[in-house]
């Protein structure tokens, strides 16, 4: 065995980019709720970026490692801590067998990923290694973990092994050591931030009446806590339209922003349904999407309209970063 779970946490699942090609027959993608989080823990070990690997909620787990790995924390602040010896995250980290690694109180954020160098050891169910929880299918067992629970890694790569056989020798007689140099840091909502979700239109914006348009952009929207992986449930305006509709329903995707009829919006994420048949009035940008995903129930934010052309930009921005980063990571580790 590579690794137990002592205690589960709130919800700790295996997680990778998501399962696609299969919405046609109902079968809903999943995945990481915060890509970025997940894309660079991988990174940082030396994976795939699409690798496996615990995502962690409000709540982390303990975790009694059995075998000399590297691993890599990132996502909302869970106090990390390595043998009760506080744990740097955005990093890789060598971590020596016989270790417990715990998550305590939640600093920062709402989600924590866990990845190890050459990943976990889980078989794909239809191209992908993320748990679909309400089908009980992917992941550990098609479920959250729970204790007595035990995941085994797969063999790392060669960068990965090198890299940490240097680790190993700066840990000495310590449970671990860490580079002295991060990568990324998401954007993980403070409890001061001022924040502005960025949209564009909804295919139904325009059916709402005017009030409601304009509430949508200039009122405060709260996540409630009856929000979860399948989509965050908000309160504030009440959104109504301007006359009844009967829709057929449309397909949906990650970010787009549906109002059932008691008019408060449901911003759909990673375990979305694949059809919906509320109106739409409009889509989150993919760049704001792990900063979603990082919100704990109670906290506020405003959206903020802008084109489609920005929203692509702002797409391809990030990626040229996480292009930037995974040569600049590489280059470290090799």
């Known amino acids: 065995m590579s690794m137990s779970v002592l205690q589960p946490g709130l919800l700790t699942s ?46 982390g787990p303990s975790l009694l490692m059995k075998k000399d790995t590297l691993v890599a924390i990132t996502g909302g602040d869970f106090s990390p801590t390595l043998d009760k010896k506080p744990m740097p995250m955005w990093r890789p980290v060598y971590v020596k067998a016989g270790s417990v690694l715990e998550f305590g109180a939640c600093r920062s954020g709402c989600r924590a990923y866990l990845a190890v160098a050459g990943g976990y050891d889980i078989p794909e169910v239809m191209g992908s290694k993320s748990t679909y929880l309400r089908a009980g299918i992917g992941g550990y067992e098609g479920r959250a ?31 671990y050591a860490s580079t002295s140099w991060y990568a990324g840091r ?32 200039h009122q405060p929207f709260r996540v409630t806590p009856q929000s979860d992986r399948m989509g965050y449930r908000l309160t504030g305006p009440v959104l109504q339209l301007q006359d009844p509709l009967e829709m057929i329903s449309e397909g949906v995707c ?3 922003v549906q109002v059932p009829p008691d008019g408060n919006p449901i911003i759909l994420l990673a375990d979305r349904q694949t059809v919906g048949g509320y109106p739409s009035i409009a889509q989150v940008t993919a760049v704001d999407i792990p900063i979603i995903a990082q919100m704990k129930p109670g906290k506020t934010f405003t959206f903020q309209e802008i084109s489609v052309e920005e929203a692509q930009r702002l797409y391809l921005d990030l990626e040229k970063d996480m292009e930037e980063m995974k040569i600049a990571i590489h280059l470290r580790i090799m």
């Not at 295996?14 to 997940?38: E, F, P």
């Not at 030396?46 to 615990?54: K, P």
């Not at 239109?201 to 509430?215: C, I, L, N, P, Y």
């Open 186 to 217: 998401g954007s993980i909502p403070q409890e001061t931030d001022d924040i502005r979700i960025r949209v564009t239109r909804g295919s139904q914006f325009e059916r709402f009446d005017h009030t409601s348009r304009h509430h949508f952009f």
């Open 14 to 59: 295996i997680q990778d980019l998501g399962r696609y090609g299969y919405q046609k027959h109902g079968v809903i993608v999943s995945g990481a709720m915060d890509a970025y989080s997940l894309r660079t823990a991988n990174l940082l070990v030396g994976n795939e970026e699409n690798e496996a690997v615990l995502e962690m909620t409000l709540m």
């Open 254 to 256: 990650l970010g787009t």
């Open 145 to 175: 973990l729970k204790e007595g629970d035990e995941l085994h890694f797969r063999p790392q790569a060669g960068h990965a092994v090198r890299f940490m056989k240097r680790l190993e020798k700066a840990a000495g007689s310590g449970s």
